[in-house]
């Protein structure tokens, strides 16, 4: 009977459990909501009027001509307490869920794309939360908001030759400022479709200048950049020259084949046409870079049209090698000691990136040469390194640089693989061990 | 009443035991055995990329010296060391040995299958026969089944696995799964399934759902395994990987579930550096050929 009882209760308890946490939620809400209203019991009037007796500068700043619609209707109270809160500015609320309160739609779940500092509920980077010049409560007109912050892209859109219409309009022509439900880069959609909403690719010119090739389908991103460029058709500044020079048969079947995109070798057969010098010289090293032989061959890394970096690059170095070698990348981004070319993601100062005959792909036959590159080993230390100095944990082993460091980092200081310099020394000077 | 209180007693039981059988796989264990470097004459081993076993014979491929060393085993322990150099290997990566003792050595310089004899004798290079689509192949990865049929990774094609038979007649492909990083290399187990590791994706697929098509067995394990670059499959359902770039060995069951990692990165005995394949022998001990270290190291099981 007792167990029966304690039954009952323990059910009774946990749905009381289940009831109460949405009411509790709602109670959260409500002490939210309550906030646009006048919680404070202010006498009339006074809302908008009592704390401007201490904070008077904030009269001329209403003034502005878009004032946040909350401080027209409630005051001061919609965001801060006028007492004691938890959160810095007497705000009621964390200043990254704050705005959310009321702006719900801006980050919608499972968003393609969002911006950083939007998601980072750093709303007061755009907006002003009192009031602005702009509409939106923006801190500055058009362009020059996004300008503040994206400054190489503000560089190049203002020196390049061949500017982009819809850039000179506003960056919002394209992008979403919060977040995109649809594309990445906060793209309103994906190429082409974004661009057939300006550009129709059934006209006579558009196909003419595609030289009669099926392109209304292709990603118009991979050749044009639509930023502007030096190069007219907006083309990226690094041109291959098949497609610099409308030979696009070189690479591609006839523009009235069955399949006129298809290409005509697979891999690295395609490219070995032209650039068989090099190709051949890869072939002949001990050390493939395997990519390279890959179905897609030199186009897992470079563009067949055209890019803004140079070599033809997909992406720039660390994002291009860090998308197989992530681990790689990770490393150094948490070593404490950042290795200079790691950083900047010169990975080709150390590697090569095709072939070598040499062990992790180095670019010299020696990992002491390699380093000297850069690094004045008679500046360093005064401990014996070369080929004629043995390891003494591992007789098949020469002392080099890596050695001792690690030179994508490590989580000890200088690159070193262990926790203290003594700890790495006594592994070979074990007498010195205590 | 008594009977409502022991079926409580006993439904309590299966609760508190239950989790006892879900997480029941005990962690896979090995102990340092011994370290090899170098060949009967004292030449020391440089850079060793491949290493296969077969009931009592080990070989290395020694891909720095570009040769290949037979070792006896004589009760899991290697004995003597013989050099094997032809001009008809240059850079030898990945081996493996069948049934008969026949040696399969991948040149990566090559880019061919080498087959010796089990003296170490050139027999040919391995040529295919009845591909099914197109004559050409990248060949980064080896392995054999129960039946001496030969299991070639084709990198080229958008990634295949080739089943070829004995004699090197193409019996069948199965492509590489949707939406592969980057297939580092294969294995079979006696039962004839494949498993690859992917090693920009970190993760472990096979073909023992549907032989003609590959599916994922483990989750993405980047906090276990960074960069997968070798695997095998020993007899006992186990997998062994290589985690190339950080240095360690990770034992996957040939279910998919994880059952450790072992090692770590280092320049001592009992660590390694850059190791890549991998090897077990018929007593269960796994060979590893410890790349940057110029050794291979060889560690027994823990029962």
Request: with cysteine; net charge positive.
């Amino acid at each position: 009977m007792n167990s029966r009882i304690s039954a009952v209760i323990w059910a009774l308890a946990a749905i009381c459990i289940c009831f109460a946490s949405p009411l509790y939620a709602a109670k959260a809400n409500k002490a939210t909501k309550e906030s646009t209203e006048n919680t404070f019991h202010l006498k009339p009037g006074a809302q908008q009027k009592v704390c401007l007796t201490c904070h008077a500068d904030f009269e001329e700043k209403l003034k502005k001509p878009f004032v946040h619609s909350p401080i027209k209707k409630t005051g001061c109270p919609a965001c801060h307490s006028p007492h004691t809160t938890n959160f810095p500015k007497l705000l009621a609320a964390n200043v990254s869920t704050l705005c959310l309160t009321c702006h719900k739609g801006m980050l919608p779940p499972g968003a393609s794309s969002t911006h950083k500092v939007a998601a980072e509920g750093k709303c007061v980077l755009c907006h002003d939360p009192h009031s602005a010049d702009n509409k939106f409560n923006l801190r500055k007109s058009g362009n020059e908001l996004c300008y503040s912050c994206h400054t190489d892209k503000a560089a190049t859109i203002k020196k390049v030759k061949f500017k982009h219409q819809p850039v000179e309009k506003g960056c919002v022509t394209c992008h979403s400022p919060h977040s995109s439900s649809k594309a990445a880069h906060l793209l309103k959609s994906d190429p082409p479709a974004l661009c057939k909403t300006c550009h129709q690719t059934d006209k006579p010119l558009f196909i003419k200048q595609h030289m009669n090739y099926p392109v209304a389908g292709s990603r118009c991103t991979l050749c044009h950049d639509v930023h502007g460029s030096d190069k007219a058709g907006m083309i990226y500044n690094t041109a291959h020259p098949p497609f610099a020079n409308k030979t696009c048969n070189l690479c591609h079947e006839s523009s009235n084949a069955p399949k006129p995109l298809a290409l005509k070798k697979i891999g690295l057969e395609l490219c070995r046409g032209c650039h068989s010098k090099t190709v051949n010289e890869m072939l002949s090293k001990n050390r493939l870079h395997w990519p390279v032989l890959g179905k897609d061959g030199c186009l897992n890394c470079h563009g067949p049209h055209a890019s803004p970096l140079k070599g033809l690059l997909k992406d720039t170095p660390v994002r291009l090698c860090g998308s197989c070698h992530a681990d790689t990348i990770q490393r150094q981004e948490n070593s404490i000691t950042k290795h200079q070319p790691v950083k900047d993601g010169m990975c080709t100062s150390c590697h090569s990136t095709h072939a070598s005959d040499n062990e992790l792909l180095f670019a010299q036959k020696s990992v002491i040469e390699v380093c000297q590159q850069c690094h004045d080993y008679s500046k360093h230390a005064t401990h014996p390194i070369g080929a004629k100095v043995i390891d003494k944990r591992n007789k098949n082993l020469t002392m080099q640089c890596l050695s001792c460091h690690r030179a994508h980092g490590t989580e000890y200081k200088h690159m070193l693989p262990t926790a203290t310099v003594s700890e790495l020394c006594t592994q070979c000077h074990v007498d010195y061990k205590r | 009443m008594r009977r409502i209180e022991m079926s409580r007693l006993i439904v309590l039981m299966i609760i508190l035991v239950l989790p006892l059988f879900s997480f029941g796989a005990e962690p896979v264990k090995m102990k340092y055995a011994l370290s090899l470097y170098a060949d009967e004459k004292g030449t020391g081993l440089n850079q060793p990329e491949g290493i296969a076993c077969k009931d009592d014979r080990l070989v290395v491929a020694d891909t720095g010296n570009g040769r290949l060393i037979l070792y006896s085993l004589q009760g899991g322990e290697p004995r003597g060391g013989k050099e094997i150099k032809l001009p008809q290997i240059v850079y030898p990566i990945r081996v493996k040995v069948n049934s008969k003792g026949d040696i399969f050595v991948l040149d990566e310089k090559l880019r061919k299958v080498v087959r010796l004899t089990s003296e170490g004798t050139f027999k040919q290079y391995l040529e295919l026969g009845g591909l099914p689509t197109e004559s050409m192949i990248v060949p980064a990865g080896i392995d054999l089944d129960g039946n001496d049929n030969i299991y070639l990774l084709d990198i080229l094609l958008g990634g295949r696995v080739l089943v070829l038979d004995g004699d090197g007649k193409v019996q069948r492909q199965i492509n590489f799964p949707k939406e592969y990083g980057f297939i580092t290399d294969l294995a079979v187990n006696s039962k004839g399934v494949v498993f690859l590791t992917d090693g920009v994706k970190s993760m472990v697929y096979s073909n023992a759902k549907d032989p003609g098509v590959f599916t994922p067995i483990t989750g993405i394990m980047k906090e276990d395994l960074k960069f997968p670059s070798n695997i095998v499959a020993d007899t006992k359902g186990m997998l062994f990987i290589s985690d190339k770039n950080s240095g360690g060995i990770v034992a996957v069951g040939q279910d998919g579930m994880f059952r450790n990692r072992m090692l770590s990165l280092g320049w001592n005995e009992r660590t390694v550096r850059y190791p890549t394949q991998l090897c077990v022998d018929k007593n269960g001990n796994l060979f590893v050929a410890d790349r940057a270290n110029s050794r291979v190291q060889e560690f027994s099981p823990l029962q």
